[in-house]
């Protein structure tokens, strides 16, 4: 069985502020681990993901995040937060070889105010 | 390139009418699938599909027909509407869902209503 805990319903930092997004998981095997941004009536778009190579993951817009297996972290950070950045974030986890069980946090939402 | 289309992106239902979603994927991908979002409980996977003529349950498949007779479309039937299907879903695809970590391409959603 696995899940996801995603630690804040909603973020808010100001423009130029680091953003950090928390993420921790549970698995019974070696996972794979995604995260998804959604912005206001529109689709998921994949950030990052971890399979298994390096466990600092950059990503797409300068997001990156750390696989950390002892803690059974992948929290998503940004250095400096942009306006656009504003969305819905969702952290995701599959067994590494089955994309037919991906489980969903319940998401955070970032707030960029200016 | 259009990617994954869902529609329609808007129906309001009347409990115990049936409805089809339609999605259409021109990335050529052998695995598709239907999720809904509702608030607080990120997506959860209604059924799938890993090719032409092969669709299996996910998380939530109760109330809930798919059918899979093309690569291209993955249409998701409601049999008889009830107020608890109100949610916004979205279909999604990918290379083949046996290899995690395959990229998954949403559609834009479909927000459905059931009064």
């Known amino acids: 069985a696995q899940s996801v805990t995603q630690l804040d319903s909603h973020v808010s930092v100001s423009e130029g502020t680091p953003v950090l997004l928390r993420c921790n998981y549970s698995?019974?095997?070696?996972?794979?681990l995604f995260w998804y941004v959604q912005h206001p009536n529109k689709g998921l778009q994949l950030l990052l993901k971890?399979?298994?190579?390096?466990?600092l993951v950059k990503g797409i817009n300068g997001f990156e995040a750390e696989f950390k297996k002892s803690e059974t972290s992948f929290h998503l950070t940004k250095p400096s937060a942009h306006m656009s950045d504003a969305a819905e974030y969702f952290c995701?986890?599959?067994?590494?070889?089955?994309?037919?069980?991906?489980?969903f946090g319940a998401g955070t939402r970032l707030t960029v105010k200016p | 390139n259009a990617g994954v289309t869902q529609t329609p992106k808007f129906q309001v239902l009347k409990t115990g009418q049936s409805m089809t979603l339609q999605c259409a994927q021109d990335m050529n991908h052998e695995y598709m699938s239907w999720y809904r979002q509702d608030p607080g409980m990120g997506l959860r996977l209604i059924h799938y599909?890993?090719?032409?003529?092969?669709?299996d349950q996910g998380e939530v498949p109760n109330g809930y027909n798919v059918s899979r007779s093309t690569t291209e479309d993955f249409p998701l039937r409601l049999l008889s509407a009830a107020p608890s299907q109100t949610s916004v879903y979205f279909c999604?695809?990918?290379?083949?869902?046996?290899?995690?970590?395959?990229?998954?391409?949403f559609g834009e959603g479909s927000w459905l209503t059931v009064v």
């Open positions: 971890y399979t298994s190579a390096a466990t």
């Open positions: 599909s890993v090719g032409a003529g092969i669709t």
């Open positions: 698995s019974s095997y070696s996972p794979s």
């Open positions: 999604a695809s990918s290379y083949s869902g046996g290899i995690s970590g395959n990229t998954i391409y």
């Open positions: 995701v986890v599959s067994p590494k070889y089955n994309n037919n069980d991906m489980r």
